[in-house]
Nanobody, 126 residues
Framework: VQLVESGGGLVQAGDSLRLSCAASGLTFSMYNMAWFRQAPGKEREFVGTISWTGDRTYYADSVKGRFTISRDNAKNTVYSQMNSLKPEDTAVYYC????????????????????WGQGTQVTVSS
């Protein structure tokens, strides 16, 4: 199984970025997908998740209204559209997968996710 994130970069406060996570080696449509992030010196933090069907999403309060998670099951890809970025959004962003069988939605704990990507750096300057 591989999850490969892309789309990170250096932007200014108020700008937007769109992260992508391409999955392979798993039946993508059977997995809830999530985004987590980790800033230097901090623990990994839940950002948001989307159900295996794509009809439900759930976000951390810190990003609600600014970030939108979507998925394209035909392309085995999950996205995170990040608008109105703030310096405190600076982190390495990871996508993660959790089989919908046996796992409740929304899963907000990193321990609920079995597959992880390598991460993509997002840096927001003030």
């Amino acid at each position: 199984v591989q999850l490969v994130e892309s789309g990170g970069g250096l932007v200014q406060a108020g700008d937007s970025l769109r992260l992508s996570c391409a999955a392979s080696g798993l039946t993508f449509s059977m997995y809830n997908m999530a985004w987590f992030r980790q800033a230097p010196g901090k623990e990994r933090e839940f950002v948001g998740t989307i159900s295996w069907t794509g009809d439900r999403t759930y976000y951390a309060d810190s990003v609600k209204g600014r970030f939108t998670i979507s998925r394209d099951n035909a392309k085995n890809t999950v996205y995170s559209q990040m608008n109105s970025l703030k310096p405190e959004d600076t982190a390495v962003y990871y996508c993660a997968a959790s089989n919908f069988l046996g796992n409740d939605f929304p899963g907000r704990s990193a321990g609920e996710y079995i597959y992880w990507g390598q991460g993509t750096q997002v840096t927001v300057s003030s």
